[in-house]
């Protein structure tokens, strides 16, 4: 007793990774959904491209190019809708800022530092979205019922 096996400790790894990943599944859905609201003209990235997230140190980088590709993104499709919003590029301070965080949390010793801001600018970045991408909706509901 005590001695784990390499079954259990396969399993472990399992559901660590699960419960890593399942949060990150559905951030990148609302991420992938929010530019499927944004009318194809005003995209500046298409909404699969987001799960390029996924690869290993690439998704790192790659997470810059989401943040600006969706914060022009909805900056062009506000505008055109005529939606007052209080960011000038919807959602790109905070996630630029959660980018930088994630980047730094990969850096020994200083990752210490930086995974817990890097993890509650992401929820921050995560509900902003969501509630941009609400907004639309609701625009586009509006607009509908309106014609």
């Keep these: 007793m005590g001695n784990f096996g390499v079954t259990e400790i396969m399993m472990i790894l399992l559901v660590v990774f699960g419960i890593i990943l399942l949060p990150t599944i559905f951030y990148l859905i609302t991420l992938q959904n929010t530019l499927?609201?944004?009318?194809?003209?005003?995209?500046?990235?298409?909404?699969?491209?987001?799960?390029?997230?996924?690869?290993?140190?690439?998704g790192v980088i790659w997470q810059f190019f989401v943040v600006?590709?969706?914060?022009?993104?909805?900056?062009?499709?506000?505008?055109?809708?005529?939606?007052?919003?209080?960011?000038?590029r919807p959602g790109s301070g905070i996630g630029m800022a959660y980018c930088i965080l994630e980047c730094c949390s990969i850096i020994p010793f200083v990752g210490f530092l930086t995974s817990l801001p890097a993890f509650v600018c992401w929820i921050i970045y995560w509900v902003k979205i969501s509630n941009y991408k609400a907004t639309?909706?609701?625009?586009?509901?509006?607009?509908?019922?309106?014609?």
């Design 36 to 58: 499927h609201q944004v009318k194809f003209e005003n995209r500046k990235m298409q909404p699969g491209q987001v799960w390029l997230c996924l690869i290993p140190l690439f």
């Design 68 to 88: 600006n590709g969706i914060a022009d993104s909805l900056r062009l499709e506000f505008q055109q809708r005529n939606i007052k919003v209080d960011e000038e």
């Design 136 to 147: 639309l909706q609701y625009s586009q509901t509006s607009q509908t019922v309106a014609n």
